[in-house]
Nanobody, 119 residues
Framework: QVQLVESGGGLVQPGGSLRLSCAAF????????MSWYRQAPGKERELVAA????????NYEDSVTGRFTISRDNAKNTVYLQMNSLKPEDTAVYYC????????????WGQGTQVTVSS
């Protein structure tokens, strides 16, 4: 049974920090590239950050570069998104995504966790 269980979202003041966690169950975590997406009201879902299966490479959306850090702990089957210097425009539902490339393509999504940045 595949699950991606997200936690760590909430309300934070501009300039504050949050750390999102996504715990994976029911699949071989080390075989998957992991990523975080977000979707703001009235906007399409966008890729925020991605990390390869062993954490050797990361990729970030331009607006979060230098503020957000994606990491993974393969021993814990968990991926994290450390979000610093948060801005109101970071407000969105954040989704955890797992993508396997080999031997076949498979993709799983978490339920989403709300992040609200507001004064």
């Amino acid at each position: 049974q595949v699950q991606l269980v997200e936690s760590g979202g909430g309300l934070v003041q501009p300039g504050g920090s949050l750390r999102l966690s996504c715990a994976a169950f029911g699949f071989i975590f080390i075989s998957y590239d992991m990523s975080w997406y977000r979707q703001a009201p009235g906007k399409e879902r966008e890729l925020v950050a991605a990390i390869t299966s062993f954490g050797s490479r990361t990729n970030y959306e331009d607006s979060v570069t230098g503020r957000f850090t994606i990491s993974r702990d393969n021993a814990k089957n968990t991926v994290y998104l450390q979000m610093n210097s948060l801005k109101p425009e970071d407000t969105a539902v954040y989704y955890c995504n797992a993508d396997q490339r080999v031997p076949t393509f498979r993709s799983y999504w978490g339920q989403g966790t709300q992040v609200t940045v507001s004064s």
